[in-house]
Each structure stands twice: as C-alpha cells, then as structure tokens.
C-alpha cells in the first residue's frame, strides 16, 4: 500500500509482523514548529545570530565613571608632616637598652646634630618611659626622614659608632641585619666560647678582616651579631661568620676573603 509522502514525512514501511511503524520523524511532537497542524509542517523559525556590544557598552560606562571621578592633586610633605596643612605629626619611640643609657648620654649632642639640623626632626629622651622619641616637624621636607632618623637611633642603639650609623642617613641602600649564633649552629657552654672567639679573632683581627673585605661593619654583642652594609656585602659577611661558627680555621677564611675582596675590587 502506497502512501503519498507529505513534506517534511517519510512514507510509511510495512512490517512482517503486521504492525506498522512510522519511520523517525524530523519533529518530535514537542518540538513541532510553531502553526503546524496534523499532517502540515507549517512555517520553519530559523535562528538569527544576533551581536551583543557589551564591551561597547562597559567602556561607554567606564568613561562616563572616570568623568566623573573627582580629581585631587597630590599632597606635599609638609602637608602630611604638620597641623596646619591638615595632617598629622608622626612619630617613633625607640626603647633604650640599660647598657646603651651612658653611651647614648655622652654622644647625645653628636646624634641631635644630623636629625635636628639636616633632618629636620624633633627629638628627646623620654626618661620615664626610657625610649627616644623622635617625631616630624613642620620644617620636615622629606616624607622618609623620620624613617631614616629611626634606622640611625636604633643602628647607635645596637652598638654601632655615630659615624658609621650616619650612613644611613644618607644613603638609600644600606640595612641591618641581626642574627644570633643559635640560628646557626646550637652551641652551649665551652663550645659558644670558642665560636664567638673565633669570630673575634685576637684583638678583634678577625672581625676587622671580615669587615674590610666585605666593607660592611659588624657587631659582637654576646651571641648576637650584627651586620651594617648593603645587600650583597651583607651575604658577604654573614657567609663568612658562619663558617667560623661551623668550625671553619681563620686561615681558610683569610683566602676566601681575599678572593672576595679583589671581585668587589675588579667591580668597582
């Protein structure tokens, strides 16, 4: 039996069994297009591929954003170092250690020089509270000079001389470090003796060597030590103390320094 094909409709296959089945079909019955009867395939909706400016339309909003953000010129020092152009003074209190109060009582006019005069800093000794307290005035033109005069107050308190901590006043690329001997190797007793021996030397040789070969300058004070130098001198210096805090002999040491030595040499 033949069956005229509709469009969009396979003809009908006859089965052995009996039964017929329709073959599939393009349309499941959900999905029938939109105004099709029984036995009509209607009208066929086809998608459009449609272009969204969103991009256009953030940068259009971000412009109209920055027009409308306020603008502000940039604040000077002196007006974020005083009162009166509507900031606020700064300031740094630095604990005095006991055995810092007689070395820092006889170089006290030498300090006040270079933060009271080239700073432009207000200073004291807090005697109650046993700190010196440094603070900005509104004389003070450079936004980092209370940072600076800091360093310098805690570089004399560790037990550097005057001279030497006024560097990093004037200098940008100078630090501290600090570390104890236990960080390196846990000594006790009779064996903490001989490494801080060591790193002394006789009369402080050794020391002295180390610091002219790495041009840094360091402190002993106990089983604390203390580096003065740039970043790279600092390394330097702090590789040498603990090889001689390993066990390192100061003669294996001396010729790593020399070779050392005439690299900063052959840089500079």
């Not at 329709?22 to 395939?41: E, I, R, T, V």
């Not at 509507?86 to 006290?108: D, E, S």
């Not at 006043?169 to 630090?175: K, P």
């Not at 360091?218 to 040498?240: E, M, P």
Request: hydrophobic share 35%.
């Amino acid at each position: 039996m033949d069956i005229e094909s509709a469009e969009g409709f396979k003809p009908v296959r006859r089965r052995k069994g009996g039964r017929t089945r329709p073959s599939a079909s393009p349309y499941d019955k959900d999905d029938a297009p939109m105004g099709a009867a029984d036995g009509d395939a209607g009208d066929v909706l086809q998608a459009v591929d449609v272009e969204m400016n969103v991009a256009d339309d953030e940068e259009e909003d971000d412009d109209k954003q920055g027009e409308s953000d306020p603008k502000y010129a940039p604040l000077k020092p002196q007006q974020m170092t005083s009162k009166k152009g509507g900031g606020k003074f700064q300031i740094r209190r630095l604990l005095v250690p006991p055995h810092r109060y007689t070395p820092l009582r006889n170089a006290w006019l030498e300090m006040l020089q270079p933060l009271v005069d080239h700073m432009k800093l207000q200073v004291r000794m807090n005697t109650k509270r046993r700190c010196v307290e440094i603070r900005t005035s509104p004389d003070t033109k450079d936004i980092g000079a209370l940072q600076k005069g800091a360093d310098f107050v805690k570089a004399f308190l560790l037990g550097f001389e005057v001279q030497d901590a006024i560097a990093l006043l004037r200098l940008d690329d100078l630090f501290i470090e600090s570390f104890e001997i236990k960080d390196v190797k846990r000594l006790s007793g009779h064996h903490m003796s001989r490494a801080i021996g060591r790193i002394s030397g006789k009369d402080g040789k050794t020391k002295y060597a180390v610091e002219n070969a790495t041009r840094t300058r360091i402190v002993l004070a106990d089983q604390k030590i203390h580096i003065l130098g740039s970043f790279n001198n600092i390394k330097l210096a702090r590789d040498s103390i603990c090889n001689l805090i390993l066990g390192s002999p100061p003669g294996k040491v001396y010729n790593h320094l020399r070779t050392v030595a005439k690299r900063l040499q052959e840089r500079l």
